[in-house]
């Protein structure tokens, strides 16, 4: 007998809720690509449990973050960046720290060469 899991009923609250909010948003602003700060502004006037704390409001920051993932990936505009900048391996390595002070040991195991 397998137990089926549902959803909690703060978590189907806020999916309905911002499904139709990002619905009605790009249904009155159809220009691409989607302006996310005007459309998380648009989600967050609609947050539906009172108070913004505990587990209700864990839960909806949880689906407006799975909610905008499409929107993150697919549709950003160029004129906003990503505020996460990833690391890269192909940026290059990072700078050498300057010398230590005369008289200060470091840890640099850069042992000459004889």
């Given at each position: 007998?397998?137990?089926?899991?549902?959803?909690?009923?703060?978590?189907?609250?806020?999916?309905?809720?911002?499904?139709?909010?990002?619905?009605?948003?790009?249904?009155?602003?159809?220009?691409?690509?989607?302006?996310?700060?005007?459309?998380?502004?648009?989600?967050?006037?609609?947050?539906?449990?009172?108070?913004?704390?505990?587990?209700?409001?864990?839960?909806w920051?949880?689906?407006?973050?799975?909610?905008?993932?499409?929107?993150?990936?697919i549709?950003?505009?160029?004129q906003?960046?990503?505020?996460?900048?990833?690391?890269?391996?192909?940026?290059?390595?990072?700078k050498?720290?300057?010398p230590?002070?005369?008289?200060?040991l470091?840890?640099?195991?850069?042992?000459?060469?004889?």
């Open positions: 007998m397998s137990i089926i899991r549902r959803s909690s009923r703060w978590r189907e609250v806020a999916q309905k809720r911002i499904k139709k909010v990002i619905k009605l948003y790009l249904k009155a602003n159809p220009e691409r690509p989607v302006n996310l700060n005007a459309l998380k502004k648009e989600i967050s006037k609609a947050y539906p449990f009172g108070e913004r704390k505990n587990h209700p409001y864990k839960i920051l949880s689906e407006v973050k799975n909610q905008l993932k499409y929107y993150e990936t549709r950003f505009d160029p906003q960046p990503p505020k996460i900048k990833l690391y890269s391996p192909l940026r290059g390595k990072p050498k720290s300057p230590p002070p005369p008289g200060q470091s840890l640099d195991l850069d042992i000459p060469k004889k």
